[in-house]
C-alpha cells in the first residue's frame, strides 16, 4: 500500500526545504536537482513500488 497523504505531505515538504538550503534563491534557478541523488530516490522509489505490487498481488492470490 503506497504511503499516506501525511506521510508524502510531509517528505515534499522535506524535501523542498533541503532544496531551499543548497540552492540560491534566483529567478533564473528554480529547477535544480543533485542529478546522481535524484537518479538513486529514483531507483529507491522504483524498487519499492515492485516490491509493494509483488506483495499485494500475492495477497490477492492467496
Same mark, same amino acid.
Given at each position: 500500500?503506497?504511503?499516506?497523504?501525511?506521510?508524502? #505531505? &510531509?517528505?515534499? *515538504?522535506? /524535501?523542498?526545504?533541503?532544496?531551499? %538550503? =543548497?540552492?540560491?534563491?534566483?529567478? !533564473?534557478?528554480?529547477?535544480?536537482?543533485?542529478?546522481?541523488?535524484? #537518479? &538513486?530516490?529514483? *531507483?529507491? /522509489?522504483?524498487?519499492?513500488?515492485? %516490491? =509493494?505490487?509483488?506483495?499485494?498481488? !500475492?495477497?490477492?492470490?492467496?
Amino acid at each position: 500500500m503506497p504511503p499516506g497523504r501525511a506521510e508524502m #505531505l &510531509r517528505d515534499i *515538504e522535506e /524535501e523542498d526545504e533541503a532544496m531551499r %538550503r =543548497r540552492y540560491v534563491a534566483s529567478k !533564473r534557478h528554480t529547477i535544480e536537482v543533485d542529478f546522481d541523488d535524484y #537518479l &538513486r530516490a529514483l *531507483e529507491h /522509489e522504483r524498487r519499492e513500488v515492485a %516490491r =509493494r505490487a509483488d506483495r499485494e498481488l !500475492r495477497q490477492v492470490a492467496a
